[in-house]
């Protein structure tokens, strides 16, 4: 009788295995990934199997500016030459989601082009001149449970919740407080997704971030910079984080000045990319556009669908394509 019951139960165990197997299929991209699911493991970003996870890729410009260039061609094109992340930056202000929703369709069909192919990606609340993320979290929250439920524990996503929160706010009173209210709202659908928060100063104060974490697993604090811009003293301010257990994630960085413009530094970013490497770190570059700007990885005229030649690369395009 005992035999029968424990059949009875593998029986019943191997149906609820092969049904959860079934419905994880339901996400919209079946392909996985190289590392499979990330997650965070001490102040590292690690695969499915507990192996280090290295990210290296683009961020767009803007997709109610640049959206063209978010699509399979240019994946294709940068995953070719080693790019394993794709950034989508959704501008909040400044003609963004706020005051043409639509644009939410456009961050959908880029990311599943980019899942199509294996990339992770991920989904940034370009938060900019709108400073203080709580203005509207209200809508981020309606944003991400969407997001979330559409992508579900796709391993592919991953949820950026705040580009770059500044002005006179804080970490403790303003930040934190979002993220406590938009993190739940994604993991009501997706439990497991590493979710990368960015910090005051334009997503430069990881250690006062660090002094005041996040109560939950699977969270990533991003780091910024411009190569023309910032040095040391916040590459120290990593480290800061780190040592206290945070784990950083350098979600948009630029060979440019912090305007975006000006240089390339290409020197300073050399020392940049050996202090991330060394460390593990991942990183999508700004930006994946031909706006006449120097931080742009593309030239003005490049196809949007990719396919590039050497002739179409910025200065900016050249030195980052080859460090993926
Ligand atoms: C810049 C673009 C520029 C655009 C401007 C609009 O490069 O073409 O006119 O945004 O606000 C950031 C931001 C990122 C900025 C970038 C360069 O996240 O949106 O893009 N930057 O200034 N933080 C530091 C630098």
Known sequence: MRRYINFKLIILAALLTAGLTLLSGCGKATAAPAFGALHVAGTNLVGANNQPAVLHGMSTHGLQWFGQFANSGAFADLKKRGANVIRLAMYTDENGYLSNPGLKEKVFSAADAALAQDLYVIIDWHILHDNN????????????????????????????????????????????PYALAVIPAIRASAPQAVILVGSTTWSQDVDLAAQDPLPFSNIMYTCHFYAGTHGKWLQDKIDAARNRGAAIFISEWGTSAADGNGGVFLDSASQWLNFLAARNLSWCNWSLCDKAESSAALNPGANPNGGWTEGNLSPSGKFVFAHF
């Open 133 to 176: 993320p709580r203005t509207h979290q209200q809508e981020a929250v309606n944003f991400f449970s969407e997001a979330a439920r559409r992508y579900g524990s796709n391993p592919g996503v991953l949820y950026e919740i705040c580009n770059e929160p500044n002005g006179s706010i804080s970490w403790s009173g303003d930040v934190k």
